[in-house]
């Protein structure tokens, strides 16, 4: 399977579903411009420059969990990043 | 409107306790002390419903968060019950274990709660797995010394204040723990309600220890502590208020 964005996007988000529960997490997601999601929760497809929808969903989760945000999803795209080491990442998801 | 009513509720519930603490050191009346206890019993009240509330936001015991605030919520439950239950019965509280197991209980759903928290902090794994086996030791040992003072009545004062003084000792060290990482969730929305959380217990447990070394069975406050531990309710009860109070910022 090839990583892309849509991967990675969909990684964070389920990591957050365990942290602040199905409905905040899939919310905050819905609100972020380029992304959108299937009846399950999954990430369908993402429009625009994939980087930088990653930055807008890592800034809307942030709002709540502040920093932390980074460390989860670093922890979330780690093995996925390992199987496409050329996606280019925002700085702070730099592992 | 909602946020500044919320907040206005505790402003005004925490100068009543503090007001009722002043006079009870100066002449020590039983209203005066059921003002104290009726304040903090509201504090509760309010805390375990906030908390109920965010724990549904958050997914119930599904999500982390959820887990956070659920155990945080029966924290408050488990006092306000503790409280009533020595009013009424107060002449049992002596010879009856029933509050300190019931404040034990408190003080386990605080431990849980804490480490639930810490755990959206992003710590290592091994830092996690370190903190759950201490919890699980803490939480057998502390069930055991529990069920000990249960069976001669003689001896449920010994077994369960050591029980509460071993928890209280983890809750120092998970919140000091917490506290140390809580700058992780700067920018963020949680940053506040963990704070209140860590600055809330452990300014109630300080207190009990410095005041009076450990929880003594059927004693909640004394008078000089009255004002210390309505303030410390008030940062605790705080803790959900603020979060559920930005809820539509953050939450929605």
Known sequence: M??????LIDAIITKQVSILGETIALKKAG??????????????????????????LLKEYASLTGEATILFSKEAIAPLIKENSSLILPEELKL | MKKFLLYFIHIILLLIGLSASYYRSL???????????LAIIVLCALGFVYSMMLMKKLGGRKSIMGKSFLYLGLAFFFQAITIVYDYLFFSLADY?????????IMNLCWAISIYNFFLITGVSQKIRQAWKTILIIGIVICCSLAAYGNL???YADEFLSMAILLVNVILIFESALL????????????????LLLCFGI??????????????????ITYIAD?????????????????????????LE
């Open chain 1, 2 to 7: 090839d990583i892309g964005y849509k991967e």
């Open chain 1, 31 to 56: 609100k972020v411009e380029g992304i959108i999601l299937n009846d399950l929760g999954k990430v369908a497809s993402i429009h625009g420059d994939g980087k930088i929808v990653l930055e807008k």
């Open chain 2, 27 to 37: 002449s020590d009346t039983s209203t005066s002390e059921l003002i104290v206890y």
């Open chain 2, 96 to 104: 009856s274990p029933v509050s300190t197991l019931l404040l034990a």
């Open chain 2, 152 to 154: 001669p009545v003689s």
């Open chain 2, 179 to 194: 506290l140390l990482y809580s700058s992780r969730f700067r920018g963020g929305a949680l940053l506040m309600p963990v």
């Open chain 2, 202 to 219: 452990v300014f109630q447990l300080v207190g009990d220890l410095l005041n009076r070394g450990v929880f003594q069975v059927g004693t």
């Open chain 2, 226 to 250: 009255d004002a210390f531990y309505c303030f410390s309710w008030f940062l605790l009860s705080m803790s959900p208020t603020i979060l559920l109070a930005s809820s539509k910022e953050n």
